[in-house]
C-alpha cells in the first residue's frame, strides 16, 4: 500500500468520526414546558403551524437545531420545529409497552397499578434500572426497559 492511499483512509475515517459526533450531538432527549405547543414547518414564526401538542412534559427528540429553533421528533415520528423557549431539559419517559407500577423499585415489591404503554411518566429519580414515577394520581418505580426518552 502506498503512503497516499494511507493517508486517504486515515483522513476518511477521521472526516466520518467528525460528522458522526457533530450529528450525534444534536440529538438529545428534551420535554415539552407548557401544556399547549406549536409545531412549525420551519424554523420561524412565519412558518405555519404543522400541528399542536397538548401534553405538558411529553418527552422529545431533538434532531437539529437553527439559532432558537429545535427540530424534534416524537415517539410517533412526528416531526416539525419548536422554538427553544417552549423545551425544557429532559424530565419524562414514555413506556413502548405496558409496565407495572411497584411501591419499591423491585419485582417483589407490592404492584400499585398498571401503567399503559405511551402515558407520559415524570421521572423523580433513577437507580440503576428503575425509576421513581409520577402520573396523574400515581406515584412509584417501574423498570426502565422498553421506554422512550433519556433518563440521565
Known sequence: MSMQIIL????????????SSIT??????LSLKKDKVNVRYGP????P?????????????????KEN??????????????HWSQLKPI?????????????????FSKPLAKIKKGRVLVLQKCKIDWCKIKSGKFKGWIKIDNIWGSIN
Open 8 to 19: 486517504k483512509t486515515i483522513l476518511t475515517f477521521f472526516f466520518i468520526l467528525l460528522v
Open 24 to 29: 450525534s450531538a444534536d440529538e438529545i432527549f
Open 44 to 47: 420561524s414564526f412565519e412558518s
Open 49 to 65: 403551524v404543522k400541528f399542536i401538542y397538548k401534553k405538558i412534559n411529553l418527552p422529545i427528540k431533538q434532531i437539529d437545531k
Open 69 to 82: 429553533w429545535r427540530r424534534i421528533i416524537d415517539f410517533k415520528n412526528n416531526s416539525g420545529w419548536i
Open 91 to 107: 424530565n419524562s419517559v414514555i413506556p413502548l409497552e405496558d409496565k407495572i407500577l411497584f411501591k419499591k423499585p423491585s419485582i
